[in-house]
């Protein structure tokens, strides 16, 4: 069974940092499409970071690019989303998702309705 653990979400001042943690166990494959939707309140779930772990291509929403950065630590299998100069608009509830294939892209992101394995979320708050 696929678990996925997600971890590192909080409160922060805008300009600030927060490491999200999403460490994925029972998972067969050698290699798969991992990384974070976010959905605020009111509004439409988003994709903001990805990663094939196959060959470590990466994706980003246009709204991330220079401030997100997602890594994978194969030794433990986790990802990680390293967000930089947030801003109050990144508020939201971020989830970690999985898909056994490639990053199957809608837009240039990955979407969401090809991710079947989801965490179950972490708040992060950014404050003015």
């Known amino acids: 069974q696929v678990l996925l653990a997600e971890s590192g979400g909080g409160s922060v001042q805008a300009g600030g940092s927060l490491r999200l943690s999403c460490e994925v166990s029972g998972y067969t494959r050698n290699s798969y499409c991992g990384g974070w939707f976010r959905q605020a309140p009111g509004k439409e779930r988003e994709g903001v970071a990805f990663?094939?772990?196959?060959?470590?291509?990466?994706y980003y929403a246009t709204s991330v690019k220079g401030r997100f950065t997602i890594s994978q630590d194969n030794a433990n299998n986790t990802l990680y989303l390293q967000m930089n100069s947030l801003k109050p608009e990144d508020t939201a509830m971020y989830y970690c998702?999985?898909?056994?294939?490639?990053?199957?892209?809608?837009?240039?992101?990955?979407?969401?309705?090809?991710?079947?394995?989801w965490g179950q979320g972490t708040q992060v708050t950014v404050s003015s």
């Open positions: 990663i094939y772990t196959y060959d470590g291509t990466t």
């Open positions: 998702a999985v898909d056994a294939g490639t990053c199957t892209l809608v837009g240039g992101i990955p979407s969401a309705p090809y991710f079947n394995k």
